[in-house]
C-alpha cells in the first residue's frame, strides 16, 4: 500500500528538530522507518509531518563512559550495537539485537525507534528496564531524564511526548544479565520475553508481551522456584490471541522469567 502524502524535514541539529517537532501538532520523528512507515501505510497513524533524524550527528555513536555506563545515541542501530566494542561492556544488548528480525531490519531500525514505539512485542523495552537504564529527553524546553520504568506508559505510548527527541539511552555496568523468549514466525516476533539483570541476590526480572508496559518484578532469591513465585505473584492479565491464551502467556511468563535468571546466574559465575 501507498504512503499518504506527508511533509518532510531533514534538520541537521536537535535544537532544530525540537524546534519543527514543537511547531507542528502532527509532527513525528522518522528514526529507522521500520515500524511508522508500516504504520502509516496501513492507515493506523497519519503525522503530517516526518521529522528524518537521519542527519543528527549528536544521535549517533555507542560510548563507554570512565564509571562503566555505556550510553547509546538514539540513532545507533542493531547492526552498529552489535559491532560495537563498548557494547560488548554489556553483552547481553548486542545478543538480543541480533535476535531481532532479520538483517535488513537490524541494519536500519534504530534502539532508539523501538523504545519510543513501544510495541509491546518489541525486544528491547523489557530488556531495558532490567538493566537500569536512563532515557535522555530533549524538547525546546532543555533536557530531562527519565528511568526506564518510568519510559514506558502505555501500548505504542511513552514519557517522550509531543514535541520531545529521545536523544541519550544510558546503561549502568552490570553484574550478569539475561534473556529468553518464545517467538512464533520468521521475523520471530516474541509471545513471551523476560529479561534479568542481577543486583546484589535479589535479580531485577521484567517480563514482556504480558500487559501494555515491561512488567518488573523483584523475586527475594535468584532460585527458580523463586522467580515463579515472583511472576505469579505480579497477577498478570495477559491477552489471549490467536498465537497463545492469557493462561499459556501466563505459564510462559514464569518459564522464560526463570530462563533469563538462570542465563544471568551463568554469565556473572
Ligand atoms: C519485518 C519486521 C519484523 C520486526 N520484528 C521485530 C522483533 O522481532 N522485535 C523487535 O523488537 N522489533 C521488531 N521489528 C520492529 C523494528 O525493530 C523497528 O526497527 C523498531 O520497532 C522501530 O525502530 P525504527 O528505528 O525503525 O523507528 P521508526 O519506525 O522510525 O519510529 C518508530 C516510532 O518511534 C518514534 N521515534 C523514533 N525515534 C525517536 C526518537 N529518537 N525520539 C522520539 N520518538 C522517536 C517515531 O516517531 C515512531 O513513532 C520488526 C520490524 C519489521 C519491519
Redesign the pocket.
Known amino acids: 500500500m501507498l504512503l499518504p502524502e506527508v511533509g518532510y524535514a531533514r534538520p541537521s541539529t536537535v535544537d532544530e528538530a525540537v524546534h519543527v517537532l514543537a511547531s507542528h501538532d502532527g509532527a513525528?520523528?522518522?528514526?529507522?522507518?521500520?515500524?511508522?512507515?508500516?504504520?502509516m501505510k496501513s492507515r493506523a497513524?497519519a503525522?503530517d509531518v516526518?521529522?528524518d533524524?537521519q542527519d543528527l550527528d549528536e544521535?549517533r555513536g555507542i560510548e563507554l563512559a570512565a564509571d562503566g555506563t555505556l550510553v547509546l545515541g538514539?540513532?545507533a542501530?542493531?547492526s552498529e550495537v552489535i559491532a560495537s566494542a563498548e557494547a560488548r561492556a554489556r553483552p547481553i544488548l548486542g545478543e538480543v539485537c541480533a535476535?531481532?528480525?532479520?538483517v535488513?531490519?537490524?541494519n536500519?531500525?534504530?534502539?532508539?525507534?523501538?523504545?519510543?514505539?513501544?510495541?509491546p512485542?518489541?525486544?528491547?523495552?523489557p530488556l531495558l528496564v532490567a538493566l537500569g537504564t536512563t532515557m535522555t529527553?530533549a524538547s525546546s524546553a532543555g533536557e530531562r531524564t527519565v528511568p526506564a520504568e518510568e519510559f514506558f506508559v502505555g501500548v505504542?505510548a511513552?514519557a517522550?511526548g509531543p514535541g520531545?527527541?529521545?536523544?541519550k539511552i544510558s546503561i549502568p555496568a552490570g553484574k550478569g544479565d539475561g534473556f529468553a523468549a518464545v517467538?512464533i514466525g520468521k521475523?520471530?516476533?516474541?509471545i513471551v520475553s523476560a529479561a534479568a539483570s542481577l543486583d546484589g541476590d535479589a535479580p531485577r526480572v521484567v517480563v514482556g508481551c504480558v500487559h501494555g508496559v515491561p512488567v518488573l518484578v523483584r523475586p527475594d532469591g535468584a532460585d527458580e522456584e523463586a522467580v515463579r513465585r515472583a511472576v505469579r505473584g505480579a497477577n498478570l492479565e495477559p491477552p489471549s490471541d490467536v498465537h497463545a491464551s492469557a493462561d499459556y502467556r501466563r505459564h510462559l511468563a514464569e518459564v522464560v522469567a526463570a530462563r533469563a535468571v538462570q542465563r544471568a546466574r551463568t554469565r556473572r559465575s
Not at 30 to 39: C, D, E, K, P, R
Open positions: 513525528r520523528p522518522l528514526a529507522g522507518g521500520q515500524t511508522i512507515l508500516n504504520v497513524a503525522p516526518l521529522v533524524l544521535l538514539a540513532m542501530t542493531y535476535q531481532i528480525a532479520d535488513q531490519v537490524r536500519r531500525g534504530t534502539v532508539g525507534g523501538n523504545i519510543c514505539s513501544n510495541d512485542t518489541n525486544h528491547l523495552p529527553i505504542y511513552t517522550a520531545e527527541l529521545l536523544t517467538t521475523d520471530g516476533t516474541c
